[in-house]
């Protein structure tokens, strides 16, 4: 496996991995989460398990079934644990408990690391006779500010787990358990990241009516309010007071979300019928022309006020992109200030960055340099993986709970 | 030079010296664990950073040095970059700044100037300034394993060879981790040449400062001395 990443991710990662796997060979791995297909968990599993067994670790990746009423309930608990307020009654869990119950008695673990992703399958802790030092609980959403009540459930059961895996410092949740971070990360191999040539970029910048001669502007994201579209909107109009450029605003609606069409309205009515300014609702599979867009970009924009990773500004940043950021979520976590792009605070904030960039492009072609040799080494699958093995040998040395790097 | 393939070799915790006085170039692999101690105000840093354990001033000691290292950051530390950035103190970020990290000896010694820093500027300026959540101090650690890079020097001349390209955390380790980790009096580059009787080298490679410079700057440095020490030996014996 690391030879398919060699030359594109660090070699001191590579080597790493080779050690690491060289101390877990033999050993069995189990992922458990809630859907095969779909979703940022379900792509990172369908990579990361044939890297491990590549590494000669017996990897298995189990997913539980679930019914129409387990699943609504799952959203629910979802998007509360992001924050929002949902109702979480008896009948709820009593629905959620019964469907891993089930599920516990179908599914068999039986390997030396567990790893149970997110919610979905969190209970499974449980109801199934295995030992909890050796079961992980991996959390891939963002949990700063969650439901008190819905959390007040589940960190119930994700106290028993032997340890437990956050984004950022920010998620981390006041735990009898040890907690480390693993942030995400990106495949450079994927369709959404590979290289492609100028050509294909300038076929898709065509297709929506782009110009590549007058320098373009993207963000990429799902019409959501806390991805301030608006707000890049009213930071592009400022910059166009000095700069003739355009605009692209390019992401999806999501059927789970019943606010994504009323925002994707209020963002056309925000353009105003603007000829440069393009808003882009693509379908989710749309990668090749995410991938398109952002290596078209002069600068890429991720001007969200909340996040919970923003992996946008990664996937900008391995382009050679340099990216203007909003202060949110983990957006900190992948933008050094001033030096691979920018933070900020406001559409203001936003244009004078735009401004600066635009009428510096020597700087911000090394910013960009700067942006992908930190992802190089910091947000690759590579490192993922790195991490996930190191997260297996803490397991099985039973010492989570203390450093053993030099004590 | 002897490359050799890496092994992870868990708690080695030498000073990268192997039987045969050649220096192996080690490095460190580590996953970030969150502790429960957390500030939204200097009262709160204060306190934390008296209860943390000294892993973890370590850690926010010297992250800057990982997250960037080639560049020297505006504040080397996060918690003089916290005081600025989060609280909007500059008088108290700049005191953070300015933790003299080579003249103290030990950990215990900079939680102590920390601690003093904090409660001094506190008793001057009071603890009016409070962050949101989003914005608050949580203290990790690091934890993992110590490996071999697979590289070794057996003479200065492949130590400089090496020194070149050897992965920029293994600099890190062996110029930071002896000290404050390992209870050394010197980094362990300075100690390798110490051995070898290059002690006038030895002596400066002990007393420069890694926190005034980004890590790539500091291999620079570092190949700059050992490259004019051997020129100048070369001198020596050529007259």
Not at chain 1, 12 to 23: D, I, M, R, Y
Not at chain 1, 383 to 391: I, K, T
Request: net charge negative; hydrophobic share 40%.
């Amino acid at each position: 496996m690391p030879d398919t990443y060699r030359g594109i991710a660090p070699e001191s990662v590579l080597s790493e991995v080779e050690a690491l796997a060289a101390g877990l060979r033999g050993h069995a791995l189990q992922h458990v989460n809630s859907t095969r297909k779909g979703g940022g968990v379900a792509e990172l599993l369908a990579r990361l398990v044939p890297m491990f067994e590549s590494l000669g670790i017996r990897t298995r990746w189990d997913v539980i079934d679930g019914n129409g009423d387990f699943y609504d309930v799952t959203k629910s608990m979802h998007n509360a644990l992001q924050g929002a307020d949902v109702e979480f009654n008896y009948e709820d869990r009593e629905i959620y408990l019964e469907c891993l119950r089930e599920n516990s008695k179908k599914l068999r673990l039986d390997a030396d690391v567990v790893v149970i992703h997110d919610a979905q399958p969190a209970y499974l802790v449980d109801f199934c006779d295995f030992d909890r030092s050796r079961m992980v609980w991996r959390c891939h959403v963002d949990l700063a500010q969650p439901n008190a009540s819905v959390w007040g459930f589940l960190s119930r059961a994700v106290s028993k787990y032997g340890l437990a895996i956050f984004h950022v410092p920010q998620f981390a949740q006041p735990l009898p358990i040890p907690q480390v971070l693993i942030p995400p990360s990106i495949d450079p191999l994927s369709e959404k990241n590979r290289e492609l040539e100028e050509e294909q970029i300038t076929e898709v910048t065509e297709r929506f009516g782009i110009d590549r001669a007058r320098p373009v502007v993207v963000q990429v994201s799902r019409f959501d309010r806390f991805k301030d579209p608006l707000g890049v909107i009213r930071a592009f109009r400022l910059v166009r007071q000095n700069f003739d450029c355009q605009l692209v605003l390019a992401g999806g609606t999501a059927d789970d979300d019943p606010e994504s069409a009323q925002v994707l309205a209020e963002v056309h009515e925000g353009a105003d019928g603007d000829p440069d300014i393009f808003i882009l609702s693509l379908p989710p599979d749309a990668d090749f022309e995410i991938n398109a867009l952002q290596r078209a970009a002069t600068v890429v924009m991720q001007k969200s006020t909340r996040e919970g990773f923003g992996l946008t500004v990664t996937e900008a940043m391995w382009k050679g992109k340099p990216v203007v950021g909003g202060a949110a979520g983990g957006i900190p976590a992948q933008i050094i200030d001033r030096s691979t792009g920018f933070l900020v605070h406001s559409a203001e904030g936003a244009a004078f960055r735009l401004r600066y960039l635009l009428s510096h492009p020597k700087h911000a072609t090394r910013m960009g340099k700067r942006g992908r040799e930190h992802v190089r080494r910091n947000f690759l699958i590579t490192r993922h993986l790195r991490d996930y093995l190191l997260v297996m040998h803490s397991v099985l040395r039973g010492c989570p709970e203390s450093p053993i790097w030099l004590l | 030079m002897a490359t050799e393939k890496p092994e992870a070799a868990s708690m080695k915790q030498g000073p990268g010296i192997d039987s045969n006085e050649a220096f192996e170039f080690l490095r460190a692999s580590y996953l970030v664990q969150v502790l429960p101690f957390r500030a939204r105000s200097l009262g709160q840093l204060l306190t934390a950073a008296t209860l943390a354990p000294e892993t973890s001033l370590f850690y926010h000691l010297h992250h800057a040095f990982f997250r960037s290292p080639e560049r020297l950051p505006e504040y080397p530390n996060d918690f003089a970059s916290w005081a600025h950035t989060s609280l909007g103190d500059a008088v108290v970020a700049e005191r953070l700044a300015n933790l003299n990290l080579t003249r103290t000896a030990s950990l215990s010694g900079i939680r102590r100037e920390i601690s003093v820093i904090l409660a001094e500027h506190l008793q001057d300026s009071g603890d009016g300034r409070h962050v949101g959540k989003e914005n608050e101090f949580i203290f990790c650690r690091p934890c993992g394993l110590v490996f071999s890079t697979g590289k070794r020097a057996q003479t200065p001349g492949e130590f400089l060879e090496v020194l070149q390209k050897v992965e920029i955390d293994s600099i890190f380790y062996h110029l930071f981790t002896p000290r404050l980790l390992r209870g050394a009096s010197r980094n362990d580059f300075s100690t390798w040449f110490e051995r070898r009787g290059f002690g006038s080298l030895s002596q400066r490679l002990a007393e420069f400062d890694p926190y005034l410079n980004s890590l790539e700057d500091n291999r620079r440095y570092l190949m700059e001395l050992v490259s004019a020490e051997l020129k100048s030996r070369k001198e020596v014996r050529d007259a």
